[in-house]
């Protein structure tokens, strides 16, 4: 199936839970369903049996595929997990609590916590970003209209009540954004190493904390003289990503709570690097997210 998957054809394919269920099944198992407890494969099914469908020969205990994912204490059917899982990926901005609890039909807590544990299961990291790369350093939280003033305010420290984010981005490839304490020397360095892999070309704007940068191929260009483009030496592929995930905070949710903001950039980003060419193949990247991650509640507001 190629492009994204339309509404219509995504009813089509999971027109209830029955159809949701396998597809999560098929997901996590394969064709060789094992127990979540032991490990065996020597199950059984027993469809009368809800919610646990499936029985270990091996360790007696009974099991479903939500056993051991962050499922697990959900009573959320997995028909509305599957949607929910599809609107995140295709709004391009985002859902906001209040919209999902309105197409699920559940709470808007319910809605918020089923969005977290969704955006926990995209949290899933690649390897190291390669070859040609852009990093840029950006601010959330706060006032929305002080952006432009903060985003000038290169000393390490940024503006009072902002959090800063790194986002690196791959010229031909995939974007990685993450919260870091403080945009000096040795925050930046690090962001770069752990994510860029050794001898790969970077480029970023003239921040200080990137002077001084080892084992790369360092270019900038000099934002605060009006220079944006050089050559090959830009960073608008991943000014591009902040563009969309301020769009996205200040249309969708409004306000991102420091706390999960590493959450709700990770699903900018997933959504960038997944939700391109297939939908359907997203999902199905998700819910493999989803499958031997665990998050409580209390986890969440603690
Ligand atoms: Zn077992």
Known sequence: MNGSLSLYEFY??????????????QKRWGDNIWC????????????????????????????????????????????????ATY???????????????????VTQKTAWFLEHRIRR???HRGG??????????SYFGGKEKNKHESKRQHQGRGPVGKQPVVGIKERKGKVRAFPVAVTDKVHLQAAVIENVKRGSTVYSDQHPG???????DH??????????????????????????????????????????????VNEFAFRQNEGRDNSLHSIGKTIEG?????????????
């Open 210 to 216: 990137y002077i001084g940068l080892k084992g790369y």
């Open 12 to 25: 089509q394919k999971f027109p209830g839970e029955a159809e949701a269920v396998a597809f999560f099944e």
């Open 36 to 83: 979540p407890h032991c490990g065996s494969e020597d199950t059984r099914r027993i469809p009368s049996q809800k919610p646990m469908p499936h029985r270990c020969r091996e360790c007696r205990k009974h099991f479903s595929v939500r056993t051991g994912t962050v499922m697990a204490e959900s009573r959320i059917p997995l028909h509305k997990w599957l949607l």
């Open 219 to 264: 270019a900038s260009v000099a934002h605060s003289v009006g220079e944006y483009v050089r050559g090959r030496v830009h960073t608008n592929g991943i000014e591009s990503f902040w563009a969309l995930l301020k769009r996205g905070y200040v249309g969708t949710h409004h306000w991102m709570s420091v706390k999960h903001l590493h959450r709700y």
């Open 87 to 105: 609107m995140l990926l295709t709004a391009r901005k985002g859902v906001s609590s209040v919209q999902l609890a309105k197409e699920l039909g």
């Open 128 to 137: 190291l970003l390669s070859g040609e790369v852009e990093i840029d350093e």
């Open 290 to 302: 989803m499958i031997g991650c665990r998050m409580t509640y209390q986890e969440l507001i603690s």
């Open 121 to 123: 299961a995209m949290e």
